[in-house]
């Protein structure tokens, strides 16, 4: 019985199913409007058409759409970026994507509401895991199961940090798919009682379904707002401040990240399973 559960449940990934597989290099291509052998190995996920414009002036590049998403390849640096829009099921679905192309390492550069009294808008958040209250990652793992980003992704980006002298917090995030859950106070009193330094909507389905389709999955989060706080959700005219202020510093950091993984050459995804 066992082993028949465990034919079934591989049966649904996409590097054991040549069907899905096809499917998934097909959609790809139709979603992001690139073909995938434009595509680099080393991959960075936004959801934001600012950061897409910054990174295609950074790197020379020209944006292509398709019918979902849009990307953009930096031939010179061998660094794309997909912007593949908000939320969870996104999320993993264009993991599902990604794994066609085996990629060395993907990083997310998000963004994320700070809920630790500390935070600031413009603090870098580097996530240790990711509380998974979104409705997709259960598809994938059982909900025992921790959400957590590849560790060395993590390690070089802290490096980076590091390095270019800003100061970054450590934490668990907590993913939800609940929008205007700042106005749910029985939410918000949980929130608390977790003792999570922010939320976000994407990360726990990167980090599942990345560890799941074998996709080397870390993340960077910009603080963008302080819900909890008064006058503190993020409105049009301070998510503008935000992008004027930060984008091309988050990017920077996103891309150096990338070069040094590329450069030291070592194995990202360091479990066999």
Same mark, same amino acid.
């Given at each position: 019985?066992?082993?028949?559960?465990? #034919?079934?449940?591989r049966q649904k990934l996409i590097y054991n199913n040549p069907e899905k597989l096809q499917?998934?290099?097909?959609?790809?291509?139709?979603?992001?409007?690139?073909?995938?052998?434009?595509? *680099?190995? @080393?991959?960075?996920?936004? *959801?934001?058409? #600012?950061? +897409?414009?910054?990174?295609?002036?950074?790197?020379?590049?020209?944006?292509?759409?398709?019918?979902?998403?849009?990307?953009?390849?930096?031939?010179?640096? #061998?660094?794309?970026?997909?912007?593949?829009?908000?939320?969870?099921?996104?999320?993993?679905?264009?993991?599902?994507?990604?794994?066609?192309?085996?990629?060395?390492?993907?990083?997310?550069?998000? +963004?994320?509401?700070?809920?630790?009294?500390?935070?600031?808008?413009?603090?870098?958040?580097?996530? +240790?895991?990711?509380?998974?209250?979104?409705?997709?990652?259960? @598809?994938?793992?059982?909900?025992?199961?921790?959400?957590?980003?590849?560790?060395?992704?993590?390690?070089?980006?802290?490096?980076?940090?590091v390095d270019e002298g800003h100061d970054y917090r450590t934490g668990v995030v907590h993913?939800?798919?609940?929008?205007?859950?700042?106005?749910?106070?029985?939410?918000?009193?949980?929130?608390?009682?977790?003792?999570?330094?922010?939320f976000d909507m994407e990360c726990a389905a990167l980090f599942s379904v990345g560890f799941?389709?074998?996709?080397?999955?870390?993340?960077?989060?910009?603080?963008?707002?302080?819900?909890?706080?008064?006058?503190?959700?993020?409105?049009?005219?301070?998510?503008?401040?935000?992008?004027?202020?930060?984008?091309?510093?988050?990017?920077?950091?996103?891309?150096?990240?990338?070069?040094?993984?590329?450069? #030291?050459?070592?194995?990202?995804?360091?479990?066999?399973?």
């Open positions: 019985m066992a082993k028949k559960y465990k #034919k079934i449940s499917i998934a290099r097909d959609m790809l291509e139709r979603y992001t409007g690139g073909s995938l052998q434009e595509f *680099n190995k @080393h991959i960075i996920l936004t *959801n934001f058409n #600012k950061y +897409m414009d910054v990174f295609a002036e950074r790197c020379d590049g020209q944006i292509q759409t398709g019918s979902a998403m849009s990307v953009v390849h930096g031939k010179d640096i #061998k660094v794309s970026m997909v912007d593949f829009k908000i939320g969870a099921p996104t999320a993993a679905l264009i993991i599902e994507l990604l794994s066609v192309l085996d990629p060395q390492a993907v990083l997310f550069l998000g +963004m994320c509401g700070g809920l630790h009294p500390s935070l600031e808008v413009g603090d870098f958040i580097l996530p +240790m895991a990711a509380i998974r209250d979104e409705g997709v990652s259960h @598809h994938f793992i059982p909900p025992q199961v921790p959400s957590l980003p590849t560790f060395k992704i993590q390690k070089f980006v802290s490096q980076m940090l993913t939800t798919d609940y929008r205007f859950w700042e106005f749910d106070e029985k939410f918000r009193e949980n929130l608390y009682e977790e003792r999570a330094i922010a799941v389709s074998k996709v080397p999955i870390g993340a960077l989060l910009l603080v963008s707002d302080m819900p909890l706080q008064e006058g503190g959700i993020k409105t049009k005219e301070s998510s503008q401040k935000v992008f004027a202020e930060y984008t091309e510093q988050h990017i920077n950091i996103g891309i150096r990240s990338m070069i040094e993984i590329q450069d #030291k050459g070592e194995h990202i995804r360091h479990y066999r399973w």
